[in-house]
């Protein structure tokens, strides 16, 4: 979703140094981009419809900032992309959020003349009005931000100086030899230091030359700079020799999760807690989701105890049963999901225990959190998640052992399930075969029951979002209550067929989507007539779900490449979801 970046650089380079921190937060995805800096006591501003081009040059200049958009308010357009200008173009403004009193604060303005359809350029306006009083622009932004309602972040610039506030939305600064800087994701600030100042709600930061001042956002009262060192390794844009992100993050996920058997016992305290507890809600979006799900069967069939999930955005309408002593566990790569960020904000209020099982440290999640558990998987910069699902299950999977007790098991089918992925990789090109025969497919639908059942709905969701070929998946045992009327002559259909308690009822189901005519597509460990293609994944227990989900990953990946479309970029997807 959209990023943002500032710099007030010593070596006279903001232009660029705003550029490449925007392509260092492109992955977050974004429809247009822009990037302006002072030049003879104006703005000028490049913007542009589309991805950074690569190797961009620019002007120098001291001070600049930059946006990657991904349009809400008003169309994809050059006019609606950021940054926004005052009427003299010199206060320049860029915006991560929703101002969602708008158009009643539009009404505030008198004699200017705007030229977008979004709600961002009413902001610098208004800023433009206060700075014009006051002189100060943080005074200015102040004011202005108080009478904002919803999650923004503003950073503003005036050419000297640079404000930003927040609240909801993600700001990071930072302190380096050749600037100070500003922007919604740490990975930009890296390239040039590793002392970052994580903005939180209502907070006002004021750059300038000498360096970096915080406030609280209401009363302008001076705040103490605390910089949290991180030991995070700058993740620029290194495919190693992989086409794409995804690809490559496909291929790391056996490392991840030896990583995660070896670091095992970082469950443990949260496995206790979860005991302890009164009742336990896993929270996520998406794919996050569905690892949450596949945690409420992991739970009751290695620890016979009973945990709840609801999709972030639901979570507000189930609340009401949460009290102090529930455990509340969001589950979330980026840690920055606003519909998980409001159900943790939520069960705050009530008292419940936080924990963020996330990937990102410093995140909004992880700051929020009582208790954290790192998913460790290492920066996912393609949109899809691929090892970051992998890593939330493995880490369902050591949960649900270490609270049954036996830890140990759970290390065990983890190292398996690492071993078998490789396999399945190595056989990476039967997959794309198939892509091949698939990619013309209307539809393609999955099934599964128990464990599988989440998987199901994973692959769809793996296929759908970067192949754009409709795909859902359903629990085999769903089929006779509507679902079969789906399936045609022809039609796709995967069937996960693991060796565990729904093996014979899934064959079941693929033997009645057959007798319609499908095209039957087993996964499983072993091959039966019922099926027109058979891909072997060895059955790992438990952890089976792991090996078997990389066949959906690389077969959306490579149906996404027949296509001709780009993995790592899906129409319409952020990877951050910070507004609603
Ligand atoms: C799909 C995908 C999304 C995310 C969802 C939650 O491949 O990646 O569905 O899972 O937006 O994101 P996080 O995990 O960052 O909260």
Redesign the pocket.
């Known amino acids: 979703m959209c990023g943002i970046f500032g710099i007030i650089s010593s070596d006279n380079n903001a232009p660029t140094s705003t550029y490449k921190g925007l392509l260092d937060i492109e992955y977050r995805g974004y429809d247009s981009w822009g990037v302006a800096f002072l030049k003879d006591n104006q703005f000028k501003i490049e913007k542009e419809i589309g991805f950074l081009p690569k190797d961009k040059t620019f002007e120098s200049a001291e001070v600049a900032v930059g946006h990657t958009r991904w349009a809400t308010h008003g169309g994809v357009t050059e006019l609606n992309a950021h940054p926004h200008t005052d009427c003299d173009k010199k206060i320049v403004l860029v915006h991560n959020g929703i101002i969602e009193n708008y158009l009643s604060l539009k009404k505030e303005l008198i004699g200017h003349k705007l030229i977008s359809e979004t709600d961002t350029e009413i902001a610098v306006h208004l800023i433009e009005d206060e700075y014009r009083l006051t002189g100060d622009l943080k005074k200015a932004v102040s004011n202005v931000f108080k009478k904002v309602d919803g999650l923004n972040a503003f950073v503003v610039s005036n050419g000297s100086q640079i404000v930003a506030v927040k609240k909801g939305s993600p700001v990071v600064a930072g302190s380096a030899a050749n600037g100070s800087i500003v922007a919604s994701d740490p990975n930009a600030i890296l390239p040039h230091t590793n002392k970052l100042l994580f903005l939180e709600d209502n907070d006002l930061i004021e750059i300038d030359k000498s360096g970096i001042k915080l406030f609280d956002a209401h009363t302008l009262l001076e705040k103490d700079v605390k910089y949290t060192d991180v030991d995070w390794k700058y993740q620029g844009a290194d495919l190693a020799d992989f086409p794409h992100f995804m690809l490559k993050e496909i291929y790391e996920q056996p490392k991840v999760l030896l990583a995660l058997a070896e670091n095992a016992s970082a469950v443990t305290e949260i496995a206790e807690d979860i005991k302890k507890a009164y009742g336990t809600y896993f929270v996520?979006?998406?794919?996050?989701?569905y690892a949450c799900l596949t945690g409420v069967y992991l739970f009751s069939k290695i620890a016979h105890r009973h945990v709840n999930f609801s999709i972030g955005s639901e979570f507000t309408y189930i609340q009401d049963y949460i009290k102090k002593g529930s455990l509340v566990a969001a589950?979330?790569?980026?840690?920055?999901?606003i519909d998980?960020v409001e159900p943790f904000q939520i069960a705050k209020r009530k008292e419940a225990t936080l924990v963020a099982m996330t990937n990102v440290i410093g995140s909004t999640l992880y700051r929020m959190a009582d208790k954290k558990l790192m998913l460790n998987a290492g920066p996912e910069k393609a949109?899809?998640?691929t090892k970051?699902?992998t890593s939330m299950v493995a880490n369902m999977i050591l949960l649900a052992y270490a609270t049954a007790g036996d830890l140990k098991a759970g290390v065990e089918v983890l190292e398996k399930s690492a071993k078998e992925i490789e396999k399945v990789l190595e056989k990476a090109d039967e997959i794309k075969a198939l892509a091949d025969k698939l990619h013309t497919s209307k539809n393609i639908y999955i099934l599964g029951r128990g464990l599988s059942y989440p998987l199901a709905l994973e692959a769809a969701?793996?296929i759908k979002?970067i192949s754009y070929i409709h795909a859902e998946g359903f629990a085999g045992g769903e089929l006779k209550h509507g679902v079969i009327a789906l399936i045609e002559k022809n039609t796709p259909v995967i069937v996960f067929v693991p060796n565990d308690e729904t093996k014979h009822a899934i064959l079941a189901s693929a033997q009645e989507v057959k007798a319609r005519g499908a095209f039957v597509i087993g996964i499983g460990e072993e091959e039966t007539e019922v099926f027109d293609y058979f891909f072997r994944v060895a059955d790992t227990g438990a952890s089976s779900i792991l090996p078997m989900v990389v066949f959906p990953q690389l077969l959306s990946y490579y149906l996404t490449v027949k296509l001709g479309l780009n993995p790592d970029k899906p129409r319409n997807l952020a990877?951050?979801?910070v507004v609603k």
Do not use: P, R
């Open positions: 996520g979006c998406g794919t996050a989701s589950v979330s790569q980026s840690g920055e999901t998980v949109v899809a998640g970051s699902f969701l793996k979002e990877k951050s979801v």
